[in-house]
């Protein structure tokens, strides 16, 4: 389980990555995170020429990942998305999604590791 705090606006948010988010994610928005962020991934990356596509499915794939890592890591933030979004200025999702996928590849990395020991 890896934990990484980020700066959104004036607010530390605090995001966690273990086993237990695939079946988070699922139970909340009934979808398969793997899928979503390898979606994510593809869409993030850079084109060649300097410029990104994220397309209207892919911010919302970011609030959802960013929002079950947030409530894993706090699990006092609200219960609904909308609401924990609402607590936050706008803000680049070019800055915090690469911290996001950072943490999930720690986590992923961090598991394989330890499954050939």
Do not use: C
Not at 43 to 70: P, Q, R
Request: net charge negative; glycine share 6%; hydrophobic share 40%.
């Amino acid at each position: 389980m890896l934990k990484k705090t980020v700066t959104i606006g004036d607010k530390e948010v605090t995001f966690k990555s273990s086993a237990a988010i695939p079946r988070m994610y699922r139970i909340k928005f009934k979808r398969d995170i793997f899928k979503d962020l390898t979606k994510l991934e593809k869409s993030y990356k850079d084109k060649g020429d300097g410029t990104t596509e994220m397309e209207i499915e892919d911010l919302e794939i970011f609030e959802n990942v960013a929002y079950v890592m947030a409530l894993h890591a706090d699990p006092s933030i609200p219960g609904e998305i909308g609401e924990w979004l609402d607590q936050f200025e706008m803000f680049s999702i070019y800055e915090i999604l690469p911290e996001i996928l950072e943490l999930w590849g720690s986590n992923l990395f961090t598991d394989v590791n330890a499954k050939k020991n």
